[in-house]
């Protein structure tokens, strides 16, 4: 009742919100006038466990972790409609990924169901969370995540839920939308229906597979965490190319995911199917789009936010796996590329991993994308 009375009075300065995401001015000390509560403080940093008590900080409140390796566990929030079977898919999911390829922290993974009240109910904590860090202000911070009109909202996500209820049409969409400012990383995700046995015909792997993935981008953005946005941006995705940003944590994290599966660690009820199998059906995809709206797009070419960008993910994936297989090296991303990337621009952290230019890369792998799909899936292991 308390939330809806704010939304109701605020949505009327909802135009004065700045559209960009990592921007919000952030006074960095708590002032004398608002100390922080000696709740923030946690008298024992858990080391074991996924916390999802959005009024608990798992860490020092006044450390810098950024760029290191942290003692904790992400934090995984959700909205009150979601499933046991959905906290816990979700969790185990997060902590599988810290162990694979280390904690990085803190991370907030905010994660939204159908119901609009449960969703209005989980901002306020993240608001309210926000405010207790002397980061954003409780009014700033509604008026932003409660506008459905922002495509990275946070009451985004749950619309998105609700429209897979309403039409019975799975669909689903989750990102890190930074948090740098604040020294965290933010995530949020719409109803990962998978956990709930929805469809029938896709399984919880799929909802396990995007955690992968988002937590993927977790590791590549701590590891430029303190350089200046436009000078990250130059890294991770120079000249806005997205490919290796994408098809490193999309191929990340469909790797692990088999190779956990085969290799006894995760038991899920239904079969994934192989990773071959999921890279011939992105090859089809991007096959399909490269020969109708997305003709004479090349790798490189693929942008956030373009009409073919959904090639970019496909054709990066396949672009990591063809790096990964030339070298021989499945963790050449976690070792190399990336560990590096703080220190030198995304060419010269490219030519140290794999040893060649990356315009020599584009033209060998414009002439593998010619090859019939039974030579190409040659590459492809099976973890
Ligand atoms: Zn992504």
Redesign the pocket.
């Given at each position: 009742m308390k939330l809806t009375i704010k939304y109701a009075l605020l949505s009327i300065i909802l135009f004065s919100c700045s559209k960009e995401e990592d921007k919000n001015p952030v006074p960095v000390t708590p002032t004398s006038a608002t100390p922080a509560p000696t709740s923030l403080i946690p008298l024992e940093i858990n080391t074991t466990d996924i916390i999802n008590d959005p009024e608990i900080f798992n860490y020092d409140v006044n450390k810098d972790y950024s760029e290191q390796i942290v003692e904790f566990y992400p934090n995984a929030f959700f909205a009150s409609d979601l499933s046991e079977n959905v906290v816990n898919g979700i969790n185990l999911a997060l902590k599988t990924a810290a162990d694979e390829w280390g904690k990085y922290g803190p991370v907030e993974y905010w994660v939204f169901g159908a119901d609009k009240q449960a969703a209005l109910d989980l901002i306020n904590k993240f608001c309210e969370r926000r405010e207790a860090l002397n980061q954003w202000t409780m009014t700033e911070c509604l008026v932003r995540e409660t506008d459905e009109s922002l495509d990275h909202s946070m009451i985004a996500y749950q619309k998105t839920g609700a429209e897979v209820i309403a039409t019975n049409q799975p669909r689903g969409n989750a990102g890190h939308n930074g948090g740098f400012e604040w020294g965290i990383h933010k995530l949020s995700s719409s109803y990962p229906f998978t956990f709930d046995n929805l469809f029938d015909d896709i399984p919880a792997q799929d909802d396990f597979k995007t955690v992968l993935?988002?937590y993927f981008?977790v590791v590549q953005l701590s590891h430029v965490y303190n350089l200046t946005w436009n000078v990250r941006d130059s890294r991770v995705i120079p000249n806005e190319s997205i490919w290796m940003q994408?098809g490193g944590?999309e191929y990340m994290a469909n790797f692990t995911l088999f190779k956990l599966i085969n290799n006894g660690t995760l038991i899920f009820e239904e079969s994934y199917g192989s990773l071959s199998e999921k890279m011939q059906n992105k090859m089809d995809n991007a096959k399909r789009a490269l020969n109708n709206n997305c003709s004479g797009r090349k790798l490189e070419d693929f942008k956030y936010g373009d009409d073919c960008s959904n090639v970019g993910y496909d054709l990066g994936t396949w672009a990591v796996a063809y790096l990964i297989d030339k070298i021989n090296n499945p963790s050449i991303l976690l070792e190399t590329f990336y560990p590096n990337l703080a220190k030198m621009d995304f060419e010269s952290a490219f030519n140290l991993s794999f040893g060649y230019s990356t315009s020599e890369f584009y033209s060998e792998f414009e002439s593998f994308l010619e090859l019939p799909l039974e030579e190409q899936l040659k590459i492809i292991p099976n973890p």
């Open positions: 993935h988002e981008h994408e944590a």
